[in-house]
């Protein structure tokens, strides 16, 4: 019975060895194991064991990509102007033994050389176009980053800059330059504005103008011809009744009767003197002699 329980036992302890032993890394995750205090290899994902008392595991590893929101940092532009960055850098640990054994603190690291590389970089600048040149501001400072976190299993995928704070008396004037700026662009706006207007307004008084002449000349145009026409058919009635009465052959004595007509109708006139052809008066002689027979011939 003794031989039997000291065996369970064993076993026991033996099942207890292998579960404490037995390790489960998990997705997007590295351990670093030791043995005999020096690096033995780099777990992944999946199942493993170690050997009791002589493997531990130094250090897990997180593999996701992190994000670290720096504090402003105070820089000084090329200008002598102090202002406030704040940065933010996102990075991820590449190689779990390099980044064990690489750096006591990286994310101190990390952020002192931010604040470093960001002075570097400021101090090259003037203030206008540190506030114009984020952009560039962001890679050179990734660039910078990457290059000197490689050593310790680190890659700097991005580098933001999340805020740039001018001092007061830099932020007041920049408003009252920015205010400037658009009252100008307003007022620049407003006289192109009138100009137009004026302008098209000109362009209108100028286009009723020739409208209104236009107009006129076409009116007088069709005055003309309407006299013209209205002569050209006076003109051609005459030419028809002198046709007609032609062709009707009139006797003389029918052409002396008109012409008395004609008589009375000048003397219905206003004109005060009247000149009557030595023909007209000769035919009136005519006329009287023949009125004179034919009183006769009644009597």
């Not at 351990?31 to 170690?50: A, D, M, Q």
């Not at 850098?89 to 931010?114: C, H, M, R, S």
């Not at 050593?151 to 007041?172: A, C, F, M, S």
């Amino acid at each position: 019975m003794l031989g039997y329980l000291i065996l369970l036992i064993v076993i026991i302890l033996l099942t207890v060895l292998i579960i404490v032993n037995v390790r489960i890394v998990p997705q997007a995750n590295a351990f670093v194991i030791e043995r005999l205090g020096g690096y033995l290899k780099t777990w992944s994902v999946g199942l493993h064991i170690k050997l009791p008392l002589l493997d531990r595991v130094a250090q897990r590893v997180d593999l996701k990509e992190k994000v670290i929101d720096f504090p402003p940092q105070p820089v000084i532009t090329k200008d002598n102007v102090t202002m406030k960055i704040d940065t933010v850098v996102f990075y991820q640990i590449t190689d779990p033994k390099l980044y064990a054994y690489g750096v006591a603190q990286p994310i101190l690291a990390i952020e002192n050389l931010t604040a470093t590389t960001l002075r570097n970089i400021i101090g090259q600048l003037e203030l206008d176009e540190t506030l114009t040149s984020r952009d560039l501001i962001n890679v050179q400072m990734r660039s910078t980053l990457d290059e000197a976190t490689d050593p310790w299993g680190i890659r700097v995928n991005r580098v933001e800059v999340k805020n740039i704070l001018p001092p007061d008396d830099i932020q007041n004037a920049m408003e009252k330059q920015m205010r400037a700026e658009r009252e100008r662009r307003e007022s620049i706006l407003r006289a192109e504005g009138e100009k137009r207007s004026a302008i098209l307004i000109a362009e209108g008084k100028k286009e009723s103008q020739i409208l209104y002449a236009e107009g006129e000349k076409t009116a007088n145009i069709l005055k003309a011809e309407a006299k013209k026409e209205a002569a050209i058919r006076v003109a051609e009635g005459e030419a028809l009744a002198i046709k007609m009465i032609k062709e009707a052959g009139p006797t003389k004595e029918i052409l002396t009767l008109r012409s008395f007509d004609a008589l009375v109708d000048v003397a219905n006139g206003n004109a005060t003197k009247i000149i009557i052809p030595s023909e007209i008066q000769s035919m009136a002689g005519l006329a009287t002699s023949l009125k004179e027979l034919i009183v006769k011939n009644e009597a």
